[in-house]
């Protein structure tokens, strides 16, 4: 079974700077890649980043690219968000997933989920 276990999250003003990390453990065979989404409240769970975990393919929605870096460590397990610039309306709960078979932009495309860590960006 694969455990994902996201930290980092918090309040920083307008401006500042995050660094999220999600750590996997009990890794699945053939992990494919890994991403983050965010959840404000009543809108919609949203893809923000992904990264092939062999390779270093990234991807990002437009709304974060240039503010946002997502990285992995391999030899760890674990991937990181690192958030710059950030904006009030990037208040979420921030998720990671795991994905087994794709890497992608959809939810369905991830087959484990973290528990979330908040993100507040007060003005």
């Known amino acids: 079974q694969v455990q994902l276990v996201e930290s980092g999250g918090g309040l920083v003003q307008a401006g500042g700077s995050l660094r999220l990390s999600c750590a996997a453990s009990?890794?699945?065979?053939?992990?494919?890649?890994m991403g983050w989404f965010r959840q404000a409240p009543g809108k919609e769970r949203e893809f923000v980043a992904a990264?092939?975990?062999?390779?270093?393919?990234?991807y990002y929605a437009d709304f974060v690219k240039g503010r946002f870096t997502i990285s992995s460590d391999n030899a760890k397990n674990t991937v990181y968000l690192q958030m710059n610039s950030l904006k009030p309306e990037d208040t979420a709960v921030y998720y990671c997933?795991?994905?087994?078979?794709?890497?992608?932009?959809?939810?369905?495309?991830?087959?484990?989920w973290g528990q979330g860590t908040q993100v507040t960006v007060s003005s």
């Open positions: 997933a795991l994905g087994t078979r794709f890497l992608g932009r959809n939810a369905w495309e991830y087959d484990y």
């Open positions: 009990g890794r699945a065979f053939g992990t494919y890649g």
């Open positions: 990264i092939s975990w062999s390779g270093g393919n990234t």
